[in-house]
């Protein structure tokens, strides 16, 4: 009877033993140490670092691995609006934790009512620029002019970036600006070929209707030379 209780017992004993040497590797040997910290796609990374050490997420060299919160690390990094996408990785074997990040890039710039500037991104959304690539375009990038500078009228130029068609993406790439007057309407200045025209896109409804409408006014030979285009009333458009 001795013998079998003994016999039951020893996988028991050894996988416990097996846990606890588990553990202790993980948890406090040298072993396994974080020897490279990388943050990769950005020149920003203080801005990072700074973010995570507030969080007291902090990655130095030396720290164990398995104490890297890289749960935590994405759930900081999903609160930067700057940034388009990110991986967080560790590599047990070479003791290295690596940060991949893109940058969200403007295409159009906006004062909010508290005199705060922000971004658009091809998406329709609106961040404010962190990085010094994303602050390095501010000259250069579209300005969204809006009489009232409320949410209302940037959610309505949100919405209006966010519904441009593949088709009409060359609107966004040449974009020189857009006004919002106090009815809503959006006044687009950009360019098609060597053209600059406007573009009144009328309230932020029905955008797929009026893009498609004014991807047939495009196609028609009258309007090669158009400089005006008026989508506010998509049934009865006018070019001009």
Known sequence: MFIKK??????????AALVTTLAYILGWSSLLTVKEVKIAGTQSISEIKNELDQRELSLVVGMRLARVDVRGIKSTLTTMDWLDNFSVSRDWIAGRVVIKVTEKTGVAKALT?????LYFDDKGELFKPVSKIQLS??????????EDRSSEDLLGVAQLLKSIPAELEFLLSNLKGISVGKSGYLNMRTQIGSRDVQINWGKAVLI?????????????????????????IPDSPIAS
């Open 6 to 15: 003994t016999q039951r017992l020893i996988p028991i004993l050894l996988s």
């Open 113 to 117: 009512e508290n005199g705060a500037t």
């Open 137 to 146: 375009t501010s000259e250069k990038m579209a300005l969204v002019d809006s």
């Open 208 to 232: 797929d209707q009026k893009s498609r409408v004014l991807i047939a006014l495009l196609e028609l030979p009258e309007n090669k030379v158009a400089r005006n285009f008026d989508l506010s």
